[in-house]
């Protein structure tokens, strides 16, 4: 069974980055779509960011799109969410998720859908 395991958060300061990874226990991990996902307590949970398994295009939710990129360094089987501009609004558990259905090449808003394998998480919080 496939396990995602995320790493790179932590307390940042307003306008500074972080770079979160999503890393893959096995090559099938190329095959999947990765989505990145994250949740405030009491919030609902939003999907953040998209990669495509077949052509790593990408898709971003409008509250990170131009600060946030996503990609996918196959070698390492690992996808990473840098992340730019970082505001009290970025403060949350960030979750990468993977599907065997590659989403992106049928709708306009991947992230909607049900996800196969879910990552623990990794907390970012952006504060002074």
Known sequence: QLQLVESGGGLVQPGGSLRLSCAGSEDTFNYYAIGWFRQVSGKEREGVAYIS???????????????????????????????????????GAYYCAASIIDYGLTSDHPLQYDYDYWGQGTQVIVSS
Do not use: C, H, P, Q
């Open 53 to 91: 398994s077949s052509d790593d295009s990408t898709w971003y939710a409008d509250s990170v799109s131009g600060r946030f990129t996503i990609s996918r360094d196959s070698a390492k089987i690992t996808v990473y969410l840098e992340m730019n501009s970082l505001t009290s609004e970025d403060t």
